[in-house]
C-alpha cells in the first residue's frame, strides 16, 4: 500500500485557532483582569494557547514570567534569591536578584503558573499572599522586604486534574478560593482541524485523514490523542516524515502496550491507499 502524498513539502508556521469556547474564556479572563485564574484540564487540551492568547492580547506577551512547577521546585527558583556577583575591582558581593513570581509582582506583569497542582507546598503560602485582599509580598529571605504588589499583576494558572493519572496533588483549597475563576476544560480549546490544514499548508485531503484518525483515537480513552500531540505529527509530517512513522514515534508508545496495534492499524487505514 502506498502512504497518501503531502502537497507541501515543508512545515508551515501558524497562528492559532480558537473554538467558540476558546474565545468565549479568553474574553472571560481578560474581564475579571487583573483576578487570579485557574484552568484545569487533560494535557494538550490548550489550557496554555488561552493563557498565552490572553497576555498577547493584552499587549504584554514581552513582559510575561513564567513558572513551570515541579515537586522539586526550590523557593529561589520562585521569588529569587541571594547571588554572588563581582564588583568593579572584580570581588565577589552578594546580590539579591528577584526571582518570576517577585518580578511580576513588583512590575505588574502576568505570570504564567503551569501545571500549579505541582506546585509543592513552601510556594503556596507566597502565592496566597500576592492573591488575597492584602496584595502583598514578603520577602523575609531579603530582610522582610514587603512588596505592594502591582495593579496589573496577575496570575493564570494551567493544571492537569488530579485522579486522571498525572502525577499532580489535589490545589491548595485556601489558594482554590481565591481564583476569580476556576473551570474544568472538558473539550479541545483550539479549532484543530484550522490549525492542522494551516500546519501541512493547506492540503485538506492530509487534513481530514488525521481528524478521521484523531476521531477514531478518541472512542476509547485509552487512546485519546490530545491537540498538542495533533499539532506534533503534523509538524513531523511537515518536515518529511508519513504519518505513520510520526505516529509511532511521537504518540504509539506513549500509549498501553496493548492498545498499541490498534493505533497502528487504524493509521494504515487512514494514511495508506
Known sequence: MAHIALKTKRERSHKPHFTPLGEELINDIQQVHPFPVALL????????????????????LGEMEMIG????????????????????????????????????ARMGYSLLVDEITRLNQQHVGRIMGVTDETRTLTLTENGG????????????????????????????????????????????????????????????????????????????QLTYVSTRDLCYLAKMVGRGFDAMKAIKLNFRDKIAVEKRSTIMTSASAHFEV
Not at 71 to 77: A, F, N, R, Y
Not at 184 to 190: A, K, V
Not at 191 to 217: C, P
Request: some cysteine; charged content about 25%.
Open 145 to 220: 522586604e514587603k512588596i505592594k504588589v502591582h495593579r496589573d499583576f496577575a496570575i493564570i494558572a494551567t493544571a492537569n486534574p488530579p485522579s486522571a493519572g498525572y502525577n499532580v496533588v489535589n490545589l491548595d483549597e485556601a489558594l482554590k478560593s481565591r481564583m476569580m475563576v476556576y473551570t474544568f476544560i472538558t473539550e479541545p480549546l483550539c479549532d484543530e482541524e484550522a490549525t492542522v490544514e494551516d500546519i501541512l499548508g493547506g492540503d485538506t485531503a492530509y487534513t481530514k485523514a488525521f481528524m478521521n484518525w484523531a476521531d477514531d483515537m478518541r472512542k476509547d
Open 69 to 104: 512547577c515541579h515537586p522539586g521546585l526550590d523557593i529561589i527558583d520562585t521569588i529569587g534569591g541571594w547571588q554572588s556577583k563581582a564588583d568593579e575591582a572584580g570581588r565577589p558581593i552578594m546580590s539579591w536578584v528577584d526571582g518570576p513570581l517577585t518580578r511580576a
Open 41 to 60: 484540564g487533560a494535557a494538550g487540551c490548550g489550557k496554555t494557547q488561552v493563557a498565552l492568547e490572553v497576555i498577547k492580547r493584552r499587549g504584554k
